[in-house]
């Protein structure tokens, strides 16, 4: 493998930065901070696509950009590829973002005083999504035994109501990195249809998979399934472009499909820029290598981290990863406060982290951090947060 890709140091203060700049911001405004919170990478985004952007920079006009077979056949293309997955052209649907999509599901398909079930804990701009539409979320903890997160269909069934009308699904799952299986994916999915409720799967950390993990889509269910699904997914996360806003959503359904375009139409969004179009054509046929590289590369860091973390704090403990390059970090036997998580990793050592009670208010003595970053940088979070610990 090729780790010069990842091992590059790229200066990202200064540019507009929401991980970087806003987050100075946010968290005192100084410039020393190292930041491993917010969910992108600080990978320069993969070759092919950096070339598709020169080509348009030197071409020098971007007008309105509209979709094209070539972007739909490499959708189709990447799910055939890496999910084993077929599926036609005309289920598919450009969205700007997936919490905006999201949004927009539940307008469709819910009415106000109406309730919206998400697994927690759960990531903060879905449950926005939802409560910012003046939808009632209705959050279902997965069971947490110290070690592991896992699924229990029957808390679902204790949640649900005659006024329920739609389930999250996000998978892998943000925070916890919980792949759920087949066979749970069949349990939610049945759910859904004995109770008829939407089922919104956000799929955008799949392709980021730990060693050994094996994914499953919500298309690869039974047909039976299908008919209330709708998958939003993007290229964003696993090619570092979150910020060409772009995502797109499959719906076999074609009263669902319809209405759910009817949506974007309202907001008066058809189509892509012109920048994204070309990333995610690229990304979807040109960068397979890239991807196995990438895991690797997150793999050796992960391993990194709990070494070191296990030294650092012997008594806390990282979630088992199933996808994406996040860490979700238990510290309840090393703090008794969230105050105290700041004041250590924030203050004094200047690492900038995800609290847990953003995902969670009885997760407020984790933190998700971001393993996304070059090699140097880690160690030198992991040296910062040792030198704290060892002057306490």
């Known amino acids: 493998m090729n780790n010069s890709q990842f091992d590059e140091i790229v200066e990202r203060r200064g540019t507009n930065c929401a991980k970087w700049d806003t987050f100075d911001v946010l968290l005192g405004g100084e410039k020393d901070l190292i930041h491993v919170g917010c969910a992108d990478m600080d990978f320069k985004a993969p070759e092919p696509i950096l070339k598709e952007f020169h080509r348009l920079a030197d071409h020098g006009v971007f007008g309105y950009s509209d979709i094209f077979d070539d ?7 990447f799910y055939r590829h890496h999910h084993n997955v077929a599926i036609k052209h005309e289920h598919m649907v450009f969205c700007p973002r997936i919490n905006i999509g999201c949004g927009l599901v539940a307008e469709a398909f819910t009415r106000p005083y109406e309730e919206v079930l998400i697994h927690s804990p759960s990531y903060g701009p879905l449950r926005q999504a939802i409560e910012e539409n003046g939808r009632k979320l209705v959050e279902v903890p997965l069971r947490y035994d110290g070690v592991e997160y896992s699924l229990n269909i029957a808390d679902l069934e204790q949640a649900v109501t005659k006024r329920t009308k739609m389930l999250i699904l996000v998978n892998p799952h943000n925070p916890t990195t919980r792949v759920f299986t087949k066979t749970e994916l069949e ?11 939407i089922l919104f799967a956000d799929e955008i950390h799949s392709d980021l998979l730990a060693k050994d993990v ?23 996360k696993t090619f570092n472009i979150p910020g060409l806003v772009g995502s797109f959503m499959i719906i076999s359904n074609d009263k669902l499909r319809a209405r759910v375009a009817d949506e974007i139409s309202r907001i008066g969004e058809h189509n892509p820029n012109v920048f994204f179009n070309a990333a ?8 397979d290598d890239y991807i196995a590289s990438l895991r690797c590369y997150l ?12 030294t650092l704090f012997p008594k806390s403990h990282i979630i088992k990863r199933d996808g994406s390059y996040l860490l979700w970090i238990d510290l309840s036997q090393c703090f008794t406060s969230e105050e105290q998580i700041r004041e250590f990793f924030v203050t004094k050592a200047r690492v900038g ?23 140097k940088v880690l160690e030198e979070v992991m040296s910062r947060l040792n030198k704290v610990k060892q002057s306490s």
């Open 280 to 287: 995610l054509i690229a990304a979807y046929t040109k960068c």
């Open 214 to 236: 094996t994914f499953t889509s919500v298309l690869e269910l039974d047909e039976k399934y299908q008919k209330n699904i709708i998958l939003a997914s993007s290229p964003a």
């Open 71 to 77: 972007f739909y056949s490499a959708i189709e293309r």
């Open 187 to 197: 349990q939610i999915a049945q759910f859904c249809l004995d109770h008829d409720l």
């Open 353 to 375: 982290i995800y609290f847990g009670s953003q995902f969670s208010k009885d997760c407020s003595l984790f933190i998700r951090f971001n393993m996304a970053a070059p090699r």
């Open 299 to 310: 793999d050796d860091n992960e391993a990194y981290l709990r070494k070191e973390f296990a």
